[in-house]
T-cell receptor, first 119, second 117 residues
Framework: GAVVSQHPSRVICKSGTSVKIECRSL??????MFWYRQFPKQSLMLMAT?????????EQGVEKDKFLINHASLTLSTLTVTSAHPEDSSFYIC???????????????FGPGTRLTVL | AQKITQTQPGMFVQEKEAVTLDCTYD???????LFWYKQPSSGEMIFLIY??????QNATEGRYSLNFQKARKSANLVISASQLGDSAMYFC??????????????FGKGTKLSVKP
């Protein structure tokens, strides 16, 4: 299957600092990437949709100034958690949409996730 | 109303037996895709299987098969010959409007599968 990498896998930071998470599609070009947040024992919550070359689309309730998304190329999207606070501690997962060119068969592949702990 | 419903928070299965994980969905869009993902304790989401709303046959991938019943709006995952490594959370997901949409997935709450030796 397709490979999506995410870096770092784990980060611990002090309150008030900013943290950048990178998401890369390694063997395909992804015009669309997604950022999810997952709390313990819960499902994935979509935060935003990242489109290459344009602004990200944020879900309701997600602060765009808090969670900065940049989709700089067809293989890289970054999520920056600005001025992180303890309540931002969570598991963040990126996903890249692989277009197949055949109607309805696009698949979404996920990165391994980043566990953020804000002290 | 929930778009994706997984009614089994937890399931147990004996090693080497088959298990069915339930998933029902709700959409008025004629074009949609259904996905199953496995999330082991490491956290990574692993794509297992896909079923398109227009697909005539049930999808199969190795030991995984999707029992697609369109009229009932169900897309149950069947795992045959369970292995200890199958113990994980399993998420059913849907993408509506496969044409010209952003394509984000809507996830169910998941089912935790435990395989007993």
């Amino acid at each position: 299957g397709a490979v999506v990498s995410q870096h770092p896998s784990r980060v611990i930071c002090k309150s008030g600092t900013s943290v950048k998470i990178e998401c890369r599609s390694l063997d395909f070009q992804a015009t669309t990437m997604f950022w999810y947040r997952q709390f313990p024992k819960q499902s994935l919550m979509l935060m935003a949709t990242s489109n290459e070359g344009s602004k990200a689309t944020y879900e309701q309730g997600v602060e765009k100034d808090k969670f900065l998304i940049n989709h700089a190329s067809l293989t890289l999207s970054t999520l920056t958690v600005t001025s992180a606070h303890p309540e931002d501690s969570s598991f963040y997962i990126c996903s890249a949409r692989r277009r197949t060119g055949v109607r309805g068969t696009d698949t979404q592949y996920f990165g391994p996730g980043t566990r953020l702990t804000v002290l | 109303a929930q778009k994706i419903t997984q009614t089994q928070p937890g399931m147990f299965v004996q090693e080497k037996e088959a298990v069915t994980l339930d998933c029902t969905y709700d959409t008025s869009d004629p074009s949609y895709g259904l996905f199953w993902y496995k999330q082991p304790s490491s956290g990574e989401m692993i794509f297992l299987i896909y079923q398109g709303s227009y697909d005539q046959q049930n999808a199969t991938e190795g030991r995984y098969s999707l029992n697609f019943q369109k009229a009932r709006k169900s897309a149950n995952l069947v795992i045959s010959a369970s292995q200890l490594g199958d113990s994980a959370m399993y998420f059913c997901a849907m993408r509506e409007g496969v044409e010209g949409s952003q394509g984000n997935l809507i996830f169910g709450k998941g089912t935790k599968l435990s395989v007993k030796p």
